[in-house]
């Protein structure tokens, strides 16, 4: 019964955050990735964030990019700098990830800003990805603070660029280690995959060496398939 409840809140929550249609021009989402041919080998460079909502430094620290010396880290320069650089060519594409400094950032911009922005984001050449306020932790939190801070950063996202500001891919690639419980959620929320780059040394060497760096989670005991069903990566970092 438990599950059941979980498993009915998770659905309202993504048809309750997600409501708003997509643009008239907009070609976002999966319409929006570059062509490939089948015959080749296809390399995709994504550059994205990873910017801690706090950590070494405070929030005002990271965003501000003060005490440097501690941690060189400005987060507004970051979205300064990348708004500029996509706007120069329009095969640049750039995946964002913590709604936490984008709405500090986006509450600055002039409306200019907000419309160049936009039509990024309407054209999938700029991407939110994972949409919550944070990378939460996967070892300590409770699921109801995951969920909040997910409704939170989401809710954001779709007041302000409705369809195509809905993140596909969950993405922690900085978590030390993931939980299944931690997976379930987001495929019950609709993610079509989920990245993450921290496992124990001896199942990535293997995984390397026998080429399973990919596998669908099945993430739920209790939840029939493919409701708890995730198309995972383990991603390789330096």
Not at 177 to 185: C, T, V
Request: include cysteine; charged fraction near 20%; hydrophobic fraction near 40%.
């Amino acid at each position: 019964m438990a599950a059941l409840c979980i498993s009915f809140l998770f659905l309202l929550l993504f048809c309750l955050v997600f409501s708003l249609p997509t643009g008239r021009n907009s070609i976002c989402g999966y319409k929006s990735c570059p062509a490939t041919n089948p015959s080749m080998l296809n390399v995709h460079l994504v550059p994205h964030t990873h910017d801690d909502v706090g950590w070494l430094k405070t929030v005002d620290q990271y965003y501000y990019g003060d005490r440097n010396y501690i941690q060189h880290a400005g987060v507004q320069y970051i979205l300064d700098s990348v708004i500029d650089q996509l706007q120069k060519d329009p095969a640049r594409r750039f995946i964002y990830v913590e709604t936490a400094f984008f709405y500090r950032w986006w509450r600055q911009q002039s409306q200019d800003t907000r419309r160049i922005v936009t039509q990024l984001v309407n054209e999938g050449r700029l991407e939110f990805i994972n949409g919550g306020w944070c990378m939460s932790d996967e070892a300590t939190t409770h699921y109801s603070a995951v969920i909040d801070q997910m409704t939170l950063g989401l809710r954001f996202l779709n007041d302000t660029f409705g369809e195509c500001g809905r993140p596909r891919v969950a993405w922690h690639i900085d978590p030390f280690g993931h939980a299944r419980e931690h997976a379930s959620i987001f495929a019950q929320m609709g993610y079509d995959g989920f990245f993450f780059g921290r496992l124990d040394y001896q199942d990535k060497a293997r995984r390397m060496k026998t080429k399973e760096m990919e596998m669908l989670w099945r993430a739920s005991e209790s939840l029939t398939p493919p409701l708890a069903d995730l198309f995972t990566v383990f991603q390789i970092l330096p």
